[in-house]
């Protein structure tokens, strides 16, 4: 079942991803899809933020992984834009990081889904008719999320587009 949200600013973006840090739990998944400067970043700004995590959250382009502590969870946040093979992603510490007990967030996620966990919550962004508009469709999948997706559907309630 796909959920779907709009947001019309940025800052609502982040304000949706923060209600969906409620929901989020130790060892999930967060797959993140979308064109360039679609909000993926912005999500996960949004999301750390929801989890209590202070400092500044950018994108791990460059570095491909960056690790967020301080927070009711700890985020590892990847960008797996530039990587070329599947096996490049599970260099970078994968089955690691998904042991670690917190939450996986992956921007450009889709290029890598053979080597996550079927468990995971996909986030597709798309553009809006604005230029701050944004469609967010929301795809739990696996058995953890069957228990939360009323919670889920609470948490988008003010962005709802169903």
Request: with cysteine.
């Amino acid at each position: 079942m796909t959920l779907h949200a709009r947001t019309a600013a940025v800052d609502e973006t982040r304000a949706l991803a923060a209600a969906v840090s409620e929901v989020v739990q130790p060892g999930d998944v967060v797959v993140l899809a979308g064109d360039l400067g679609a909000g993926k970043t912005a999500f996960v700004q949004g999301l750390c933020r929801g989890l209590g995590i202070e400092e500044r959250v950018t994108s791990p382009t460059f570095t491909l992984v960056h690790v967020y502590d301080g927070g009711r969870l700890p985020v590892h946040h990847l960008d797996v834009y530039r990587l070329d093979q599947l096996s490049e992603a599970l260099d970078l510490g994968l089955a690691e990081m998904l042991d670690a007990g917190g939450v996986v967030l992956v921007e450009w996620g889709e290029a890598i889904l053979p080597v996550l966990p079927h468990d995971r919550l996909e986030i597709r962004l798309t553009f809006g008719e604005g230029d701050d508009d944004r469609t967010l469709a929301l795809t739990p999948e696996g058995a953890s999320w069957g228990p939360r997706l009323d919670r889920l559907r609470a948490a988008l309630a003010p962005w709802s587009a169903t």
